[in-house]
Every structure is written in structure tokens, then in C-alpha cells.
């Protein structure tokens, strides 16, 4: 063979092996063969062998080469003897040199190779090469380590890590996204007594507690942790899972677990739980945090006494002096019954103007002592506002709680002390007696009567005319609940709808009635028929009410401005925000929105400029004495021409004589309602006349 200008030398020839079925071995020379006793072994294994061999000369050239050469580099084997080995692989070491990984030359079907070659001296002028394909190894290992990348990808996206101990060499060995996560250089070595020093000692009994009981039982685990950073400053908070692995014997060997950092999650829960259970306005807890406060210490076999407080006449204070005034004197409250409190005793504002504590240990006569005490310190309270100062007191009662009770009980309780309190004239401190659950029992049992008149039809509408006072024409009727269940006696609305004002009945009360009011207007399509029907103050705090009268004016296809709302001016000023909500979204649909009892609060005419009402209904006891009294004529004149100007309509109630009737028109009112024009009479008798047309009633003397 030509060796590219050098002198050429004759080939060895190798003994005939072929009937062994390997190729032979082309010698270029024989310098370097190992002497032998029996020289065809050698020659036999380097024939027959998957590793490639090499020596080169002096001049860097082949001087023999192995089938298995040939065959990684692609070449028939006269191609590779006497040629330089660098010059068919690039990157080839030159040299004696560590193991060399080169990417072979391929053809369109060979795919990638990869040749790990070693290159050793033989003698002063030969060098040895050692040629082995490590493609799968190099491909096992490539993905290995992409695998490897995308977990810790995954981890460091994830703000999660994996750690394993190895329990019997008590080594731990931490995942480089967990030890970035803690803080630390990725490789840092980290034992288990380091990484305890990091934990937050209140959480160290949980995380060790977990940790033995799995080592124990060989159960998984889990636990919730606080730990420092490397900084020793920043805290985290991780989440950790894990399990251990035993030996055949059962014995623990091993263990592994992994670290979630959940210290957001974490944060943005206790967020959500803090609004969840605190009163925006004072930051103290609410009636949800107190009730579940209330049912822990039940829950252990706790004793104490629980105190409700209800602000007296605090409407006053937002009629006379507005609602910035009456948010700052509860935060202002709320600060001062906190600052009279012990650390160990609880305080929540349980909305509105009413506050709980729960005295946790304390006797009755202590409930009642500190209860006199916070009255004390309120009262001794100075509000200023507009240059006026204004003193406060609150009514509070007192109940106890013990093992066995039910937080609702003792909420009931102390609520029932507490309107005995307001009942004897506020601003006093009453205990509760178990006499005060006999008149309850009154209310329950009208409100059980209640419901079940609901349910079964009970519950019946009356309707007052609403009469222009010119022509003595019906404009419309105000429809009023009674209940008519056949049980004695029948309550009247003043005694079942306060109670069921306290409870969420009444939202099922105002939605029954609005969805009597509408099917009415179906059944009688008469323009002319008009219903006016109350709200109560719970009904504007449901987000939903507006859109369910909506939908049932839709889809009975009621012309929205033949239904009414009337709101107390009592209610809409304690719902203020909910009010105007409701009055907005009603009115823009075409429904009139009337405030009732306009007159009976200070701030009336304020009120004027915050709600979207249509028209206003003048509270009966100016009405009363108009007809002999020059002041009530006063007011009620201011009150008319405030209607006009605003473009409001005007009703008077409780027009019970003909003198108020020419009093009221003198003083420019042309509608009014009342005995004297026309009592409340059943919707059903009204609705179907004996000759078949709408029934317009005339002046009765029916009760009402």
C-alpha cells in the first residue's frame, strides 16, 4: 500500500483465521508485536474483538489496525492501515491522552456515533489507540442528564425540591433546586443537624414528631414548617412529603421526601382567612371568627361568659352627624373596648353598632363587672363632630357558657339579655335569666307559624288604595302580608315581622310577596292596576334581590313601571351603600322606587341626595294632627315642595278624617291613603269582582 510519498513496506501476512468467521488482521509491521509462545492467540482476540486498535509510527501513520477499527470508521480496512488516525477522525489526540469522546463521520443511515478513543505510548516512537463506539452509553447519559435539567426545571418553577437520607450513614443529600431554594450554592453540603438549626423552633416538635413516627411505623408523612434561609433572616414556609424505604427485613434504610415552598400560598390564605373573619371598618374580628372562637372553647370543656354590646342610638349619630362621623366613632369604639381587654379575652364587632367579648374563665359576676366597666369607658368617651360633642352609651348583656353548651345558645342568651336591656331604657348591664327565654319562645313560636305558613299557604295579601285626593280616582294599592294560617290568635305584621326580620325568613317572606305581586299583574293586565310592595332591611343586603325581580318582570312580561318598592327611610339609611344599589338597578329598569316614612329620621333630606328614588311617602305622624296644627302643615308644605322640585311624587298616610283630606289638598299633596279612603281589603276580592271588572274600591270601616 502507498503511504503517501514514504517508502512502502510489505504487509505481514496474518494466519488464515477466516474459518473461524472473522476477518483478518492487515500487519503493516511487526515492530511492537508481543513475542509469544503461541503468536496466533493474539492475533485471534484483536481479529475477533468489538474494540478497535491502532498503532501509528513515528510519523503518526497506521502501521496496523484491527477489523474492528475499520469497521468504526467505515472504511474497508486497506483504507485505514497506513493513513494518519487523526486525519480519518478530527479531534483524534495526537498524543498520550485521556479519554477523548469524538462525534463520528456518518453516512444517511448510520445516524450519530459517538468513539470514545484512548491514546497510549508503546515505545518511544509508536502510539497505541484504543477505539470503542459509546454511543448508547453517551445517549443513555445525554438523556439522563436532559432529565436531569427538566426535573430541576420543573422543581425551580415549581418552588419545589427532593432530599433523601441515608439513614444508616446519617447523609443527606439535597436536590440543587432545594438548596437554591434555602439559599445555598447548589453541591453545598448540608446535615441533618444544619438544617434543623434552620427551622423555626416552634415548628422543629411537628417536623421531628412526623419524621419518628414514619421511622416507626413505616408509614408516609407530611408536615408544614417555618425555616430560615441561609441569610438567617428571610423566613419561608415549606410544605414536605415523604416516605421511608426499608430493607427485606423492614428495617429503615432510607428516606425520602420533598419540599414545597408554599410561603405565597401560605400568605395569600392567612389573607383571605384575615378578611374572611375581620370587620373591615374596626379590624376586630367578626361574628364568624366569634362563633368559631366561641365553639373551640366549648369544644375543650371551656368556661366564661360572653357579653353583647349595642351601641345606643348610634342612628342618631349617623342622621345628625353623617356616615365619615359615625365610621370614625366605631373605630374609635372599637379601639377603646380593645384597649379595657386583656390579651386573653376576645372582641369582635359583630356588624352594625354591636360588639361581643368573650371573657374566657369569668364568672357571671365578673361577666357583669367588666361589662360595667366597658360601659364606663364608653360612656366616658367624647365624640366631637361640627364643633359639637356628643356622649355615647351602650346596653350590654351577660350570659355564661359552660361545658355541653352550644355556641348558638349562648349567643342567644347574651342576645336575649341584651334586648331587656334596651327594653328597660338602655344604657344598663343585664344578666341573662331564663325568664327571658319565655318571651322568646313567644317569637319562635310566631316565627315556626311563620314558616310554615309559607310553605303551605298561610300567608295572604291585602291591598290599600292609594286614592288622588282631586277626583277620588284608585292610582294604585300598597299590599300588606298578613298571616291567615286558622291558627288563635292571629298575629299581627308589627308582631311577626320584626321577629322575622332577625332571621333570614324574611328574605323568603319579601321574595314571596314580589312573586305574588308580579303573577297578580299577569292575571290582570289592566295598565291602570299598580302595586306598591315594602322591602325590608335584610332584603337590601341580598345581592340577588334586584336581579329576581328582573328576571320575574322579564319573563312574565310585566311593564317594570306597574310594580313599586317602597323602602322605610330607616332601613335605607342602615343600608345605605345596599340601598342606593338596588334603587339604581330597579329604577333604570323602569320600576318606582318610593321611601317610606320620609320624615321619621333626622337626616331625611340628606338622604334625598344619595338615593335614586322616585317618590316619597310623608310619614303618618305629620299627617295625624294637620288638619288642627300649624307646625305639622309647616313641614308637611317644606315636604311637598322639596317632592316638586326634585320631581318626585308625594303620598301621606294615615288620612283617617275628611278635615285632613281638605288640609292635604290645601297644602298641595293629591295623593294619600288611609282608613278614611279606603281600608286594606283582601288582593283576592279585589282582583275578581262579582260583575268581572276590576273592583275599585270605596271608603270603608274594615280593620286594618
Known amino acids: 500500500m502507498s503511504t503517501g510519498g514514504e517508502e512502502e513496506q510489505q504487509v505481514t501476512d496474518a494466519p488464515d483465521l477466516r474459518d473461524n468467521g472473522c476477518p483478518q488482521v492487515v500487519f503493516h ?97 509508536g502510539l497505541l489507540y484504543t477505539v470503542v463506539d459509546v454511543t448508547q452509553w453517551r445517549d443513555r447519559e445525554l438523556e439522563a442528564s436532559q432529565q436531569a435539567q427538566s426535573l430541576h426545571r420543573a422543581q425551580v418553577l415549581g418552588r419545589m425540591g427532593n432530599w433523601e437520607w441515608f439513614i444508616a450513614e446519617d447523609r443527606v443529600v439535597w436536590s440543587d433546586a432545594l438548596l437554591e431554594m434555602l439559599g445555598f450554592p447548589p453541591g453545598t453540603e448540608l446535615d441533618y443537624a444544619s438544617y434543623t438549626t434552620l427551622i423555626h423552633p416552634e415548628d422543629f416538635v411537628v417536623v421531628e414528631d412526623a419524621l419518628q413516627r414514619s421511622l416507626r411505623t413505616g408509614e408516609r408523612f407530611t408536615y408544614t414548617h417555618r425555616m430560615l434561609m441561609a441569610d438567617r433572616r428571610t423566613e419561608r414556609i415549606f410544605e414536605c412529603y415523604g416516605e421511608v424505604i426499608t430493607d427485606p427485613d423492614g428495617v429503615p434504610v432510607r428516606m425520602l421526601g420533598t419540599a414545597h415552598d408554599i410561603t405565597q400560598a401560605y400568605r395569600l ?121 356628643t356622649r355615647m352609651t351602650v346596653s350590654v348583656g351577660v350570659a355564661q357558657y359552660s361545658r355541653g353548651d352550644g355556641w348558638e345558645g349562648v349567643l342567644a342568651n347574651a342576645d336575649l339579655a341584651l334586648y331587656a336591656s334596651k327594653s328597660a331604657g338602655r344604657n344598663r348591664v343585664t344578666v341573662y335569666e331564663s325568664g327571658y327565654y319565655d318571651d322568646t319562645a313567644k317569637r319562635v313560636s310566631v316565627l315556626d307559624r311563620v314558616r310554615a305558613a309559607l310553605e303551605n299557604g298561610g300567608l295572604a295579601l291585602h291591598a290599600m288604595p292609594m286614592v288622588d285626593l282631586r277626583d277620588g280616582r284608585v292610582v294604585g294599592h300598597e299590599l ?187 297644602l298641595g299633596v293629591t295623593v294619600a291613603q288611609g282608613f278614611h279612603l279606603g281600608r286594606a281589603r283582601p288582593l283576592r276580592t279585589l282582583l275578581v269582582p262579582p260583575n268581572g271588572a276590576l273592583s275599585t274600591p270605596a271608603g270603608t270601616h274594615q280593620d286594618r
Open 29 to 125: 509491521d511487526q515492530v511492537g508485536w508481543p513475542q509469544d509462545e503461541d503468536p496466533a492467540l493474539p492475533r485471534q482476540v484483536l481479529q475477533c474483538a468489538t474494540v478497535g486498535f491502532g498503532v501509528t509510527d513515528a510519523l503518526g501513520r497506521l502501521r496496523w489496525a484491527n477489523p474492528a477499527l475499520a469497521e468504526l470508521l467505515r472504511l474497508p480496512l486497506e483504507q485505514v492501515v497506513g493513513r494518519s488516525l487523526p486525519a480519518l477522525l478530527p479531534g483524534v489526540p495526537d498524543g498520550p491522552h485521556e479519554a477523548t469522546a469524538v462525534l463520528a463521520p456518518t453516512h444517511a443511515d448510520d445516524g450519530h456515533r459517538w468513539l470514545e478513543i484512548t491514546c497510549a505510548r508503546l515505545d518511544p516512537q
Open 480 to 666: 300588606l302580608l298578613r298571616l291567615e294560617d286558622g291558627q288563635l290568635p292571629a298575629p299581627g305584621p308589627a308582631e311577626f315581622l320584626p321577629a322575622a326580620e332577625r332571621s333570614d325568613l324574611v328574605l323568603e317572606i319579601d321574595r314571596w310577596v314580589l312573586g305574588q305581586a308580579i303573577d297578580a299583574l299577569v292575571a290582570h293586565p289592566d295598565p291602570e292596576l299598580r302595586f306598591d310592595v315594602n322591602v325590608s332591611g335584610r332584603t337590601l343586603e341580598d345581592p340577588d334581590f334586584a336581579c329576581f325581580v328582573l328576571d320575574r318582570l322579564a319573563h312574565a312580561g310585566v311593564t317594570p313601571g306597574r310594580l313599586g318598592l317602597e323602602i322605610t327611610e330607616t332601613a335605607a339609611v342602615t343600608n345605605l351603600d345596599a340601598a342606593q344599589v338596588l334603587a339604581r338597578r330597579l329604577r333604570a329598569a323602569g320600576c318606582r322606587i318610593t321611601l317610606d316614612d320620609f320624615g321619621s329620621g333626622f337626616g331625611s333630606f340628606v338622604h334625598l341626595k344619595h338615593l335614586p328614588i322616585t317618590g316619597l311617602k310623608i310619614d303618618g305622624e305629620f299627617v295625624r294632627g294637620i288638619d288642627d296644627g300649624h307646625r305639622d302643615a309647616v313641614l308637611v308644605t317644606g315636604m311637598i315642595e322639596i317632592a316638586r322640585g326634585l320631581g318626585l311624587s308625594a303620598v301621606a298616610e294615615w288620612v283617617e278624617r275628611p278635615s285632613q283630606v281638605e288640609a292635604l289638598r290645601r
Open 269 to 389: 390564605h392567612a389573607e383571605l382567612l384575615r378578611m374572611a373573619e375581620e370587620d373591615p371598618l374596626t379590624g376586630l374580628p367578626n361574628r364568624r371568627a366569634l362563633t368559631r372562637e366561641l365553639e373551640r372553647q366549648l369544644a375543650t370543656g371551656g368556661h366564661g361568659t360572653l357579653l353583647l354590646l349595642d351601641l345606643d342610638n348610634f342612628k342618631d349619630v349617623n342622621d345628625l352627624r353623617g356616615h365619615a362621623v359615625g365610621d370614625r366613632v366605631m373605630r374609635l369604639l372599637a379601639s377603646t373596648l380593645r384597649e379595657h381587654l386583656d390579651d386573653d379575652q376576645m372582641i369582635a364587632r359583630l356588624g352594625g353598632d354591636e360588639f361581643a367579648v368573650v371573657l374566657p374563665g369569668a364568672s357571671v359576676a365578673d361577666g357583669k363587672e367588666a361589662a360595667e366597666h366597658l360601659s364606663a369607658a364608653v360612656a366616658a368617651l367624647p365624640v366631637a363632630a361640627a364643633g359639637a360633642t
